[in-house]
């Protein structure tokens, strides 16, 4: 087949038309290969017609690691309200064994460790922070069932009463501003527990669980004592 024909084919028959409704901008010429922003090189394309001109690209250049990280990204992509492709197995194995097969560029490597270095340390902005929280909300009520959302949080549950897992911030104090700001959060909300009584049985584990950390503190007081009187 040629892959470069059909590609030009799709291109002139979109330069000689008006979409309406959802429209993809390409770029004729890609930017990794020279391509440029002028509206001579732009040219508006239906999500499949993107897609495919995409797959058709890494056909006729098939050494170029940019362009076929394209596609693998197109792949991947979920927006709400925007484009959703879905691929095959075989097209999933084939992008993936072919983005591989060919090592990233020397380039591409600094500038995604140098972009990493100048982010290391720096805050998210709050509305970068409120985009994200809002994709993630988004992602998860429509990629997940009330199922296993509920099965998610079980596991988690079990683990961390097990022990096999720690929250991350469990040896980092709390600042006086976090402590403020949930405080401020939990006004006004009733609490779980209101107008429940606690068993006999619970008194008791919770008396003993009380005692044994408070001798377990003495101890350690002590001991740390006659270390420093040595």
């Not at 028959?13 to 979409?19: E, G």
């Not at 006729?60 to 197109?74: D, E, F, R, T």
């Not at 064994?97 to 995604?112: N, S, V």
């Not at 099965?151 to 040896?171: F, M, Q, V």
């Amino acid at each position: 087949m040629n892959y470069k024909k059909v590609y030009e084919q799709i291109i002139d028959r979109a330069n000689n038309r008006v979409l309406e409704g959802y429209i993809e901008t390409h770029h004729i010429i890609p930017k990794c290969l020279g391509g440029t922003n002028d509206i001579e090189n732009l040219v508006n394309l239906t999500a499949k017609e993107h897609f495919l001109c995409h797959l058709l690209l890494i056909k006729i250049h098939p050494n170029s690691h940019k362009l076929k990280y394209a596609v693998w990204a197109m792949c991947k992509q979920k927006k709400i309200g925007t484009r959703n492709y879905k691929v095959s197995a075989r097209q999933y194995a084939n992008l993936k064994e072919q983005l591989f097969q060919i090592p990233m560029p020397i380039e591409t490597r600094l500038k995604i460790s140098n972009a990493l270095r100048g982010r290391k340390g720096k805050p998210h902005l709050q509305e970068t922070k409120e985009k994200l929280s809002e994709y993630t909300k988004l992602q998860f009520a429509n990629n997940m069932s009330i199922d296993t959302k509920n099965k998610i949080s079980s596991t988690l549950a079990s683990k961390y009463k097990s022990g096999e897992l720690t929250p991350w911030n469990k040896d980092i104090p709390m600042s006086n501003e976090a402590k403020k700001k949930a405080s401020s959060k939990l006004k006004g909300i009733p609490s779980i527990k209101k107008g429940i009584s606690l068993s006999i049985e619970q008194k008791e584990k919770m008396s003993i669980a009380i005692k044994l950390a408070w001798q377990k503190r003495k101890t350690k007081s002590y001991e740390e004592s006659i270390i420093l009187h040595k």
